[in-house]
């Protein structure tokens, strides 16, 4: 079984910035990995994904240019740094792993593994 871990969550104040990590363990391949969050009351979306390679990330609107998804495959970790918070962006924060199947998803539907995922709370 494959399973994804999250890490580095915690309290930050707005305009802060936290590290998150996925470590993936278990039978490892070759997978298109990406970040979700859900806040309370709200649906899951989507933050970022980033292909097998590395090659290529995509981002949603609302963090482009602020967060940055990297991964060390020979560490088997996944990677979402992120930089000037905002209190509405407090949520649990979720690392999902898919195989690449043509381009990236940002449905988490298409996602196949999934960590616990890690509180992040962003305060005033």
């Known amino acids: 079984q494959v399973q994804l871990v999250e890490s580095g969550g915690g309290l930050v104040q707005a305009g802060g910035s936290l590290r998150l990590s996925c470590a993936v363990s278990?039978?490892?391949?070759?997978?298109?990995m990406g970040w979700f969050r859900q806040a309370p009351g709200k649906e899951r979306e989507f933050v970022a994904a980033?292909?097998?390679?590395?090659?290529?990330?995509y981002y949603a609107d609302s963090v482009k240019g602020r967060f940055t998804i990297s991964r060390d495959n020979a560490k088997n970790t996944v990677y979402l740094q992120m930089n000037s918070l905002k209190p509405e962006e407090t949520a649990v924060y979720y690392c999902?792993?898919?195989?690449?199947?043509?381009?990236?998803?940002?449905?988490?539907?298409?996602?196949?593994?999934w960590g616990q995922g890690t509180q992040v709370t962003v305060s005033s």
């Open positions: 999902a792993g898919r195989l690449p199947i043509m381009a990236l998803s940002t449905v988490s539907g298409d996602y196949n593994y």
């Open positions: 278990g039978r490892t391949s070759i997978y298109d």
């Open positions: 980033i292909h097998w390679n590395g090659g290529t990330t």
